[in-house]
């Protein structure tokens, strides 16, 4: 007899062990009766915790425990068996502390980026490709409400009064949100989710992004102070693979990152972060990617690193380059090395009101502070690549800044092939900075 109870409840272990594990793991998609369920949940946490949600000196974490153990208290008192009532708990949970559907995807780490197109419309990013998910909102109040759930820390909110915000969430991922009128078929979200992993040269190769030779040649360019630009499309890696050429600058010298979100992890000791600010305040001026540009040249660094230059800030970074924080990095988007050099910054140059250039003077300032440009590409299969890596010349006859291939991608072949040609300009500056650049 006492066998056969010891096999009941083995049985009945296991069959609450596999309900955990199956509810834990698999999207639901709630019922209509458990909507309703969930909706009187929130409707009681809401009245009970009404205080404390409001109030931003409260701690957080300390009060989504209180809350994840009332809502399970409420969940016990419903007359509905155990898996149901670990469904409503799982989906309360999401959807009062979480971020309801989109809490499972934060929470996978080959997740890059999420995109709701609309409350009933996801895609993620995988391994550089977008794909369709099964999970959606239940309306779009449902999705406004996680909107401001992951704006309220950061103290932000989107309303008719501000329907677009861009925000840094507390883990660095970067988020985009918008409502009516703006987006005027639904709310819209982005969330790129902060790699706290940092790309190191070596998963470079591995994932066969640049060849030895492109990754020997370019940490010594980033040793030997040759100023880089590193050009490329939306989701092509700009700011990881500016990161990874950051771990080859010397421990000694005193380096300034500039961004409008914080998303470098430069490892040297002398590292002072500046982050743009903009502020829709009377009482509070707006601090732009310029001013930073420009206050920091009064800081004493050797070099300054620019996340993202897209505006008119590239005036104060072309002329730092030139005179004297030789070395300097930044980004660009750009769908070609020409493209860069001959037109982004060229019109970038037009956004500053304090500057008037003729196209010779552009192409001349250009062409006298960046050294070196890295191109890289997204391939239709999400693979990302560095095409070019292409040294500046000076200028042309027809007046364009004049490049020349030091490496290129081959599509058809699939290999990085070295051009051949000797990048002299870069090799004596080298070797002014103490690097060897031999021409074998």
Known sequence: MASILEQKLKNKKTEISDIDRRVQTEQITPTVKEKKSIGDIIQTISTQYRRELTDST??????????EKTIRAEIEKLPVDYEKKRRLEKLAIQNIIGLGPLQQYLDNPAITEIVVQRYDNIVVEIKGKIRSVKACFSDEEALQNVINRILQPIGRAVNLSTPR????LEDGSRVCATIPPISPHGATLTIRKFNNSMMV????????????EMLDFLE????????????????TG???????????????????????TLELQ???????????REIKNANMDSIDMSALVKASLRMRPDRIIVGETRDGAVVSLLSAMSTGHE???????????ENLVNVRIPTMMEMDKDSSYSERAKALMIAEAIQLIVQLRRLPN???VTSHICSVEGIGKDGKVMLKNIFVYDYQKDQFIYTGYYPEKIAKHLEMNGVDMPEE
């Not at 915000?165 to 840094?168: C, N």
């Not at 010594?220 to 989701?235: H, Q």
């Not at 700011?239 to 409008?260: A, G, Q, R, V």
């Open 266 to 276: 430069l490892k040297q000791k002398n590292v002072r972060a500046l982050e743009t």
């Open 327 to 337: 070395g300097s990095m930044s980004t660009g988007h750009a769908n070609s090395p």
């Open 165 to 168: 915000v861009d925000a840094r």
């Open 201 to 212: 040269a070596s998963k470079y190769l591995e994932l066969n992004s640049i060849s030895q």
């Open 238 to 260: 700009k700011t990881t693979f500016l990161n990874m050429l950051s771990s080859f600058l010397p421990e000694d010298e005193l380096l300034i990152t500039i961004e409008d």
């Open 382 to 384: 999400g693979r990302r």
């Open 220 to 235: 010594k360019c980033v040793k030997g102070k040759v100023s880089i630009f590193v050009s490329g499309g939306t989701g």
């Open 58 to 67: 409260i701690d957080r974490k300390e009060l989504d425990q209180k809350i």
